[in-house]
């Protein structure tokens, strides 16, 4: 249990911290168990070889650490799991920039118990019944929008 132990917690801790960075993303339990594992090996240098070289070992190994991230970092990885295009759109345009107004009318395309599809001119949109129950194929009004909900009712409601 000397320098073999040693050199074998750092191989791991490398390990760990390499699979953390480039495979397992957040920082999880490969990389608290890297830096475990560092820890120890530079602890273990310490308590059996004395200050000389545990100091050796802390200086050695953090120098390994830092050119294999260096080149972790500078490697093909880091271009494969990056996004490359800006994302310019929203996940759900508003009713608004749709063209969807309160007072506009159009047809249930199926049941609104309380949500479903309803279809004005052109534009298909998840609505909600404001009134119960609305039947597929039944005239509705937008009575109001609140954010990205669309609120209807039956024309005879109103």
């Known amino acids: 249990m000397g320098i073999g132990l040693i050199i074998t917690l750092i191989v791991i801790g490398l390990l760990l911290l ?10 999880g339990i490969a990389g608290i ?18 200050n000389t070289i545990g100091f050796i070992i802390l200086f050695g190994a953090l120098t390994l650490c830092g050119v294999l991230v260096f080149f972790v970092l500078r490697s093909k990885t880091w271009r494969k799991i990056t ?51 609305i039947q597929p194929k039944t005239p509705i009004k937008v009575i109001y929008i ?9 024309v005879e409601n109103n």
């Open 18 to 27: 390499i699979a953390e960075m480039t495979v397992i993303p957040g920082f």
């Open 83 to 133: 996004l490359k295009h800006n994302i310019d759109e929203k996940a759900t345009p508003s009713p608004e920039d749709r063209g969807i107004t309160v007072g506009m009318e159009g047809i249930s395309l199926t049941r609104l118990n309380p949500a479903g599809n309803g279809r004005f001119g052109d534009i298909t949109a998840e609505v909600r019944s404001s009134h119960g129950l």
């Open 33 to 50: 168990l890297g830096l475990a594992s560092f820890i120890g090996a530079i602890v273990l240098a310490f308590l059996q070889f004395g």
């Open 146 to 154: 609140e954010g990205l909900s669309i609120f209807v009712s039956s």
